[in-house]
């Protein structure tokens, strides 16, 4: 769950439509501009063109849709799955700074970033299937995969369907494993389950249109988490991805529903058996839903990140420094 789209533009898909058409290159000739983020900010580039090694390609999946992904950087495959209608152009430091150590990929999920809008494949388990297939594409027989937000889900979905069989390690960042809290549930169910919403219909009308809702039904501080930009780091990959992406409402809010009525608690407690990382942080919207995570994964670490770190739900765009050091440490263990 990212934003609404008030501030974003709602139209104009020319640039998909380029990237669509062409082979890899650098994002830089692909976008077909430069670009000169707002702050400096020791260790991250100035400029678009600082980092040389960034590319965007294209793969199409079994289905016909063409998908873009941003890559950069040699050695080990590392894979970013974005959360609902964000995409690889938000990761441009996080990018940045793992390609020195890892072949960084970043896939853009049908219908968000630059990648092809279409109708068909709403729902968690075709962007399972989706990312699924770019592994393949990939030919690589083991992947590192990192999924923030709904791209939590999405990882999630894909081991439920496929297994870890092509699974390295896995990262989960700030996802619950329910949105959708049921009239039934205890407190504490609700809150181990990470629930926010009391229905899913007015949560996708908020998430989408910027209506005001109660907290009784929608209850959920990552907009306004959002919209602080109280990081130089964010703000600049904030301010790349307003520029070269344009998210259309109607295509992003197709999944929407369908993501938040999935509840992943079985998944997690039975079939998440590699080397597990889970990244979340004090103002999280569910944070007793992260340390239930923690406890029904065998083995693995949870990260917590402090109102000094960052910790809210967007902390590796916040803190990429903190975020990319403690991710390459659980990678090399």
């Known amino acids: 769950m990212q934003r609404t789209f008030i501030n974003r533009a709602l139209a104009g898909f020319a640039l998909a439509l380029a990237v669509g058409s062409a082979a890899a290159a650098p994002a830089i000739s692909i976008i077909g501009k430069d670009f000169a983020f707002p702050n400096k900010v020791d260790g991250l580039p100035a400029r678009l063109s600082d980092f040389k090694d960034l590319q965007i390609n294209t793969f199409t999946t079994s289905d016909g849709v063409k998908l873009s992904y941003w890559e950069a950087g040699k050695g080990k495959p590392l894979v970013f799955i974005p959360g609902w209608s964000a995409n690889g152009a938000e990761y441009v430091n996080v990018m940045y700074l793992l390609s020195k150590h890892y072949h960084v990929y970043v896939l853009d999920p049908r219908n968000q970033g630059l990648s092809e809008r279409t ?113 130089p780091a964010f703000a600049n990959s904030e301010a790349f991805a307003e520029s070269v992406v344009k998210n259309d409402v109607d295509h992003v809010k197709l999944v929407l529903f369908d993501h938040a009525m999935n509840d992943w608690r079985d998944v997690i407690r039975t079939k998440v058996n590699v080397p597990t990382a889970i990244f979340t942080g004090v103002y999280s919207d569910s944070l007793q839903g992260q340390r239930w995570i923690h406890s029904a994964i065998p083995n693995s670490e949870l990260h917590v990140y402090t109102a000094q770190e960052q910790g809210d739900h967007f902390l590796a765009f916040k803190n990429p420094f903190k975020f990319t050091a403690d991710l390459r440490a659980f990678l090399e263990r």
Not at 161 to 181: M, R, W
Request: hydrophobic share 40%.
């Open 119 to 231: 109708d068909r494949g709403a729902r968690i388990a075709r962007f399972a299937a989706d990312l699924k297939e770019f592994g393949d594409h990939l030919g690589a027989k083991k992947v590192d995969y990192c999924g923030w937000s709904m791209g939590a889900a999405v990882l999630w979905s894909y081991i439920d369907l496929f297994g870890t069989k092509g699974i390295n390690k896995a990262v989960f960042i700030d996802e619950p494993p329910s949105i959708y809290s049921h009239a039934d549930w205890s407190e504490k169910e609700r809150l181990d389950a990470g629930g926010i919403t009391s229905s899913p219909e007015r949560m996708v009308e908020a998430f989408t249109t910027g209506k005001p809702v109660s907290s009784l039904v929608v209850n959920s501080q990552a907009f306004q988490r959002f919209m602080l930009r109280d990081s």
